[in-house]
């Protein structure tokens, strides 16, 4: 007589015990992977007035041409269309800081190199605008900050004389041409390291000209700004 085999009460469970050991172990991966994410999700903290702040940054012109820029890429892609770009370093700078309007902060040249410049510089207008244009934005944010002058158009006259003078060349510079400008600095924030013994180069653009003068405006457009650290 055969004897009839009866599934023990541990054969009936098993399966669903593997399921709640399924069941677990996915709770455990997806608490262990919300553990990793939140901090990816977490709200960064706002850059306030005080701060000093470490951006990444493009100067633009009136005209939107790049001028100076830590951007490699943006460099060789534009010295691939024949456009002449300074490369610099990231700028450290105090976040809603003011100075004079006048004022030259020198920035590094990092390539090409350029000599009879201690660097490229940058007036308080625009350190200015920058400074305060950092005010609420969060590690990784860009934003372009537009720069005014106010009443200050930042022009000058120049005789065909004074334009021979400063190594331009007065019969062959037309209308549209970016040319160099050499001004003195009196910087009230350090940018960097370069000496002031030499003029900062600002990039200036031919407004005018007549046959004995020509007229040579250095008002930039605008900043696209890239805020990497909130240092203090």
Do not use: C
Not at 219 to 232: D, F, Q
């Amino acid at each position: 007589m055969k004897k009839t085999q009866q599934k023990t009460s541990k054969d009936d469970n098993s399966p669903w015990m593997k399921w709640a050991y399924v069941g677990i172990a996915l709770l455990v991966a997806v608490a262990m992977v919300g553990t990793y994410l939140a901090p990816m999700f977490e709200k960064k903290p706002a850059a306030q007035v005080g701060n000093t702040a470490v951006v990444d940054y493009t100067i633009f012109s009136e005209d939107g041409r790049p001028l100076i820029t830590t951007d490699q890429n943006l460099l060789e892609s534009e010295y691939k269309k024949g456009n002449v770009v300074l490369l610099t370093q990231r700028l450290e700078m105090p976040v809603g800081g003011q100075v004079s309007g006048e004022n030259i902060a020198v920035i590094p040249v990092l390539y090409p190199e350029i000599s009879g410049f201690s660097g490229f510089g940058l007036l308080g207008f625009e350190t200015n605008a920058i400074s305060v244009g950092l005010v609420g934005m969060r590690t990784g944010e860009t934003k372009t900050i537009s720069f005014s002058y106010g009443e200050n158009d930042l022009a000058m006259n120049l005789s065909e004389e004074d334009a021979d003078g400063i190594g331009l060349n007065f019969t062959k510079t037309a209308v549209g041409d970016l040319v160099p400008l050499g001004l003195t600095t009196t910087p009230d924030i350090p940018l960097g390291n370069e000496s002031n013994e030499s003029p900062a180069l600002r990039f200036g653009k031919v407004t005018a000209k007549s046959p004995d003068s020509m007229t040579i405006a250095h008002r930039y457009g605008s900043a696209r700004v890239t805020l990497g650290v909130i240092t203090g």
